[in-house]
């Protein structure tokens, strides 16, 4: 048997980091990064939908007054024009919003008839718009090297 002291600098003489390997995400809880993961991508990479409803010019969202709505922004299918005074275009939620819209009211709180619609309830404070890059941003250190991985770090590393 060695002494602490013997003990402690034969611990401090090896190097924690002396190799690296791949290794598949779901097999990396407990082990050490090697190197920094670094985001390859913006998330989400532009300002998006948080709700289903229309995509407005907060100005625009004035309780009572009617927005011709222009057209729709599915999922994956943005909306190709602007949207301008007195327009609304429908998105859904994960809807990228279209230029000119800088507020989201829910469907809930409006009427539709044909292509028009109605605000019926006050604005709500929050815009409904997830902003870009909210999440992270593209070349952004998400976990430094030497961090030791535990289950809430997966996802970030799948991603």
């Known amino acids: 048997m060695i002494d602490r002291e013997d003990a402690l600098r034969l611990i401090q003489s090896v190097d ?3 190799g690296s390997e791949n290794v598949p995400v779901q097999s990396c809880v407990g082990r050490i990064l090697f190197s920094p ?9 532009a300002n998006m939908s948080a709700m289903d409803g229309d995509a407005v010019r ?18 994956g299918h943005p909306f190709r024009g602007a949207v301008s005074e007195n327009e609304c275009v ?3 939620t994960g809807s ?7 507020q989201v009211i829910i469907q809930e709180n409006v009427d ?11 604005i709500s404070a929050s815009a409904h718009i997830r902003k ?6 593209e070349g952004q250190t998400l976990l430094k090297a030497g961090a030791t991985l535990r289950p809430r770090h997966l996802s970030i590393c799948a991603a």
């Open 16 to 18: 924690p980091l002396s």
């Open 37 to 45: 993961v670094i985001a390859g991508l913006t998330l989400p990479p």
């Open 58 to 75: 907060r100005a625009d969202a004035v309780q009572g007054k009617s927005l011709k709505v222009i057209g729709e922004a599915a999922a």
């Open 90 to 92: 429908r998105v859904f």
């Open 96 to 102: 990228v919003i279209p230029d000119g819209a800088d």
């Open 112 to 122: 539709r008839t044909g292509e028009d619609i109605r605000l019926v309830e006050p």
């Open 132 to 137: 870009a890059g909210i999440d992270f941003s």
